[in-house]
């Protein structure tokens, strides 16, 4: 009895470390230009969850222009290709700031200091500033969606004013070989999405801003 004991709790933490081990990490690497110059880098991990297949998020962009020069750190979750909380820490000057959002019944809050602001999440995506991981997740989204006009929702503009949102549209969509490319409108802004035959985000253009993966 004792022996089939001990070869059924073998087989149970056999068992539990090939469910714990199907977590899928995914680390990105990206290079940052303004007008064609360096001006950041940014780490980016992805952590899904293999019970709830939600999405933990962190990155870290160093900002090292010369007219600027700051560090974002930012912790996120996301479920279904959305993010559901995004956690925004910048350092410039000395000084620090906290941008927070979070998708609370169908509303996206975005907290800076004392100030709230709330908008509808329908067919609301978050991109954000000098961050580039988020446009993965817009990608997936629409892959998943299939429509072409959304709002983007841009934390750091709670900082500037009462807007926080700005339109965003896929004005083409091409694929060849493959490989994918969407032509957006974000606001007065033309840009380019690329990505690969996997799926993964290569390249974002918008305006004379470019981030792509290393």
């Known amino acids: 009895m004792k022996k089939y004991f001990f070869a059924a709790a073998i087989l149970l933490m056999c068992f539990c470390s090939y469910v714990f081990s199907t977590d899928i990490r995914r680390d990105y690497e990206y290079s940052l230009s303004l007008y064609g110059n360096s001006i950041a880098t940014e780490s980016a991990s992805m952590m899904k969850n293999a019970f709830t297949d ?35 820490n910048i350092e410039f000057n000395g000084k620090n700031a906290n941008i927070n959002v979070f998708l609370n019944e169908g509303f996206y809050t975005v907290a800076y200091g004392d100030k ?13 500033n000098n961050i580039s991981w988020p446009w993965q997740l817009f990608f997936d989204y629409h892959e998943k969606t299939g429509a ?11 900082a500037y004013g009462e807007e926080i949102t700005i339109p965003l ?12 490319n969407l032509f957006i409108k974000l606001g007065s802004n033309t840009g380019l999405i ?12 918008i305006g004379v801003a470019k981030s792509e993966l290393k």
């Not at 072409?148 to 709670?158: V, W």
């Not at 896929?170 to 490989?179: H, L, Q, S």
């Open 116 to 128: 709230l602001l709330e908008t509808s999440d329908e067919f609301v995506v978050i991109v954000d």
């Open 194 to 205: 690329k990505a690969d035959t996997d799926g993964i985000v290569r390249t974002v253009l």
């Open 148 to 158: 072409n006009i959304y709002s983007a929702l841009i934390p750091q503009l709670i």
């Open 54 to 88: 939600e999405i933990s998020i962190e990155s870290i962009t160093i900002l090292n222009s010369e007219d600027e020069k700051a560090t974002y750190r930012v912790k996120g979750l996301a479920a279904d290709s959305k993010i559901l909380e995004y956690s925004l």
């Open 169 to 180: 549209e896929i004005t083409k969509k091409t694929v060849f070989d493959g490989e994918t």
